[in-house]
């Protein structure tokens, strides 16, 4: 019998070879150099490097690190390259390593199945706490919202997305701010947080039908934020097959869903108002019978892909 302590790794730099520890280790995806490590392009959190520490007591188990970046591996390098000196990329790992992958890997596998369409051209949105999309071609994807860490692209509950460096720049030049309190701005205080005062999508929606006219315009920000990604997306696959809404508010948020579609005509994109309302936790169509590209609502699974992962290695 073959057992592994499994756990989820959020990034490893652009390797395909590790040395985790002493004992036999298997690993899917971007394998750290050293997880023990605190390297720059390591970005590991504590729990995830003291879950290595379970060898000590499980000592014949093989440990198999999944990681969130794996799915992303097939981004093009003009998708995955910032426009910035090749050096940084060769000596510090900088380029786009995108996240959420094990989720848009499983509902984009599950919406292929669904269209029974192998070369499709699908738009995967997961929207939860943290948000980000992805552009997938073939099952493949080949670009991603979050890049070299999960700060950038969509509004979050917490996170900015996307933000001018310069307003970085300017908020430590001119008003004193330390790095450490930019980073705690731009990833803890921010996002519907910062705009609409709660990093809950339910308050928010509370505070909404209160008249606060904050939390109007954080739904606003962050419908937008989606629909601009939408049409960029498109632009990259010459085309959609299929759009997906996943994760907690992607799932269980019809009025977003909404707010999201409701300028995608020019797409093709039609919602089906009924449908929509009437989503209940399965994987389900809610565009109308005209529209020419499926809206597909498809509940993740992170827990089943990244087992079936596992499985596969196993074997």
């Known amino acids: 019998?073959?057992?592994?302590?499994?756990?989820?790794?959020?990034?490893?730099?652009?390797s395909t070879s590790s040395s985790l520890s002493t004992?036999?280790?298997?690993?899917?995806?971007?394998?750290?150099?050293?997880?023990?490590?605190?390297?720059?392009?390591?970005l590991l959190v504590n729990s995830e490097i003291q879950g290595l520490d379970a060898e000590q007591t499980f000592v014949n188990a093989?440990?198999?690190?999944?990681?969130?970046?794996?799915?992303?591996?097939?981004?093009?390098?003009?998708?995955?390259?910032?426009?910035?000196?090749?050096?940084?990329?060769?000596?510090?790992?900088?380029?786009?390593?995108?996240?959420?992958g094990t989720s848009h890997k499983y509902v984009s596998e599950q919406a292929i199945k669904w269209l029974n369409k192998l070369h499709s051209k699908i738009i995967s949105i997961h929207?939860?706490?943290g948000c980000s999309i992805t552009a997938i071609k073939d099952?493949?994807?080949?670009?991603?919202?979050?890049?070299?860490?999960?700060?950038?692209?969509?509004?979050m509950g917490t996170r900015s997305g996307?933000?001018?460096p310069s307003v970085i720049f300017h908020l430590m030049e001119h008003a004193g701010y330390t790095l450490e309190q930019l980073s705690t701005l731009v990833n803890k205080q921010s996002g519907l947080l910062g705009v609409g005062g709660s990093s809950d999508m339910r308050d928010i929606k509370k505070l909404v039908s209160e008249g606060n006219q904050a939390a109007v315009l954080a739904l606003k920000l962050y419908a937008y934020r989606i629909r601009?990604?939408?049409?960029?997306?498109?632009?990259?696959?010459?085309?959609?097959?299929?759009?997906?809404?996943?994760a907690g508010v992607g799932e269980n948020d019809s009025?977003?869903?909404?707010?999201?579609?409701?300028?995608?005509?020019?797409?093709?994109?039609?919602?089906?108002?009924?449908?929509?309302?009437?989503?209940?936790?399965?994987?389900?169509?809610?565009?109308?019978?005209?529209?020419?590209?499926?809206?597909?609502?498809?509940?993740?699974?992170?827990?089943?892909?990244?087992a079936y992962q596992c499985f596969g290695l196993l074997a």
């Open 1 to 14: 019998m073959n057992i592994a302590l499994i756990f989820s790794a959020m990034d490893g730099p652009d």
């Open 23 to 42: 004992s036999e280790h298997l690993g899917i995806g971007y394998l750290a150099a050293s997880l023990r490590s605190k390297g720059h392009n390591v």
């Open 62 to 100: 093989r440990q198999i690190a999944v990681f969130d970046t794996a799915f992303h591996q097939t981004i093009p390098e003009q998708a995955y390259r910032y426009a910035i000196p090749e050096w940084y990329y060769k000596e510090h790992n900088i380029r786009v390593y995108g996240f959420h």
């Open 127 to 129: 929207l939860g706490n």
């Open 139 to 155: 099952g493949k994807s080949i670009d991603t919202s979050m890049g070299f860490g999960p700060l950038s692209g969509l509004m």
């Open 162 to 164: 996307d933000i001018d």
């Open 228 to 246: 601009k990604f939408i049409g960029a997306y498109a632009a990259v696959l010459n085309g959609i097959d299929a759009v997906i809404f996943t």
């Open 255 to 306: 009025n977003m869903r909404e707010a999201v579609c409701a300028e995608l005509n020019y797409l093709g994109i039609e919602l089906d108002q009924d449908q929509n309302i009437a989503y209940k936790g399965e994987l389900k169509e809610i565009n109308t019978v005209n529209s020419k590209v499926k809206i597909l609502v498809i509940p993740t699974n992170e827990e089943y892909e990244i």
